[in-house]
């Protein structure tokens, strides 16, 4: 057996016999759960699928849709609109809570059910059924199939939601909600309906955490910078009112709902989901945050914990004096190379440059710069990705070099450069296909320099 999966069933067979908590049972179909449904699923950034337990069950989404809704919303509408109708500060109060902002009545944030409602409202669409058909499409494509829904718990939920209906009309009056609210509460039911199998949960959380692409399908379900939106919302507000003690002990983003389903994204690691009924008094299934916990501290998968760099930026600096390049030369040639090769510093370099992998390349540059003029071969051939951010620091960096007097050869795979220089000024360097090529014509430089033309045959 795998050790991922050796270890989830090692969890769940541990925590079955965990038998604190209470099931939901404000609508019978809650409250007729077997509280001994215990199942989790992991689903990597590779789209694998790992399981432990009772993964076969379905059960109603309940809150655990409120991030997909949030994402959807905030692609349609943009973050500025959605952040003016709806706030991103944990309440601290229940997730039922009467609490509107004073003055604008905007809700808390869109992980209570107030801030959720307005979300729901905020899809844009024709009718009511074409903004539950959004929505469950949405769903659906960030859990890789299509879902549906449980006709009998909405039905509940319609029958028993008073409450709802009360904060829905409390927005309407304060100014935060337009439409109808009844319709709005009754799409808000429908979504919370949605049924689910605890691997579509790890699914939909594996999309969150790979940056808004589906592992399985390969689809992208929204923009990256919606799927950072909601991972930061689910991180200070997902868990209910221990939000906070959550991202102390377990450091990840999630969200809880009432049908004991719990989902945590580590981001570009994997999405794991919790399907277990009994809850604790915040809402949150007890099984599931004792599991999180546990994996969270076993894996070192906090947000706060950085193992740092796995391996080394810079594998090799070198010069032209020391390994030149295979050309052919002449004798004269040779006896400039061997008295000015040092003036050609080789630096090499490999794996994904970000920020601390940039900082240490920039480091070495610095510390290995041949006097002016001299020329800098960097070696980025097995380089295989450089953060946006990073392009501009190894540019402004380049940019110092070339003005100091010195010129640049780079190797690089294809679109790995296109990010440098990409404001359309010339580049102050010269781009190769392999290190050996840019050795070579930092070696026919220094010798035009070296030799007065017509002396150096
Ligand atoms: N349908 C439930 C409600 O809005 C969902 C609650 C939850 O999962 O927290 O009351």
């Not at 009467?98 to 307005?118: C, D, F, K, Q, Y």
């Not at 905020?122 to 549906?148: Q, T």
């Not at 309906?193 to 689809?219: C, H, K």
């Not at 740092?308 to 002449?330: E, N």
Request: charge should be negative; proline fraction near 7%.
């Amino acid at each position: 057996m795998d050790p991922v999966t050796a270890s989830m069933i090692e969890i769940h067979d541990r925590l079955s016999s965990l038998t604190d908590g209470e099931v939901a049972d404000y609508i019978p179909q809650l409250a007729s759960a077997d509280p001994g449904t215990f199942g989790l699923a992991l689903v990597s950034m590779s789209g694998n699928r790992y399981l432990a337990g009772d993964t076969d069950e379905p059960f109603s989404i309940q809150s655990v849709s409120k991030p997909f809704v949030y994402a959807l919303a905030l692609s349609e509408l943009g973050p500025a609109e959605v952040a003016r109708r709806v706030g991103a500060e944990p309440s601290g109060e229940a997730f039922n809570a009467i609490s509107l902002e004073p003055g604008t009545g905007r809700p808390a944030n869109p992980m209570v059910n107030a801030g959720a409602i307005v979300t729901t409202s905020l899809v844009p669409a024709a009718d009511p059924e074409d903004r539950f058909e959004r929505i469950r499409a949405c769903l659906s494509a960030f859990a890789g199939r299509p879902l549906d829904v449980d006709e009998d718990v909405y039905r509940s939920e319609v029958d028993t939601g008073d409450r709802n209906r009360a904060l829905a009309y409390l927005m309407r009056g304060a100014g935060s909600l337009s439409g109808d609210v009844d319709e709005t509460v009754r799409t808000y039911f429908r979504q919370c309906s949605i049924r689910v199998r605890v691997a579509d949960l790890a699914v939909m959380a594996a999309t969150l955490a790979d940056g808004g692409v589906n592992p399985v399908t390969g689809d992208r379900v929204v923009a990256e910078s919606v799927a950072v939106r909601a991972l930061a919302v689910m991180a200070t507000c997902g868990m209910y009112d221990t939000a906070g003690e959550w991202l102390l002990r377990v450091g990840l983003p999630a969200k809880s709902g009432v049908s004991g389903g719990l989902i945590a994204c580590s981001p570009a690691r994997f999405g794991i989901a919790v399907h277990s009924p009994p809850l604790d008094r915040a809402g949150n299934p007890v099984r599931g945050v004792v599991a999180l916990t546990e994996l969270s501290e076993r894996f070192g998968l906090h947000l706060m914990h950085q193992p740092g760099r796995h391996a080394a930026t810079v594998t090799d600096v070198t010069t032209a004096l020391d390994h030149p390049s295979h050309r052919a030369r002449t004798p004269a040639q040779r006896a400039t190379l061997d008295r000015e090769g040092h003036r050609i510093v080789v630096i090499r370099a490999q794996g994904i440059l970000e920020f601390t992998e940039t900082e240490h390349l920039l480091h070495a540059l610095r510390e290995y710069t041949p006097p002016a003029p001299g020329w800098i071969v960097l070696d980025l051939d097995r380089v295989t990705r450089m953060a946006v951010g990073s392009a501009a620091m190894l540019d402004a960096t380049l940019a110092d070099l070339a003005s100091a007097g010195h010129e640049i050869a780079i190797a690089a795979r294809e679109p790995l450069l296109d990010p440098i220089g990409d404001d359309g000024d010339p580049v102050p360097w010269t781009p190769f296909r392999s290190g050996a090529e840019a050795v070579a014509w930092s070696e026919d430089r220094l010798l035009a320099s070296a030799a007065p033309a017509g002396s150096s045959g």
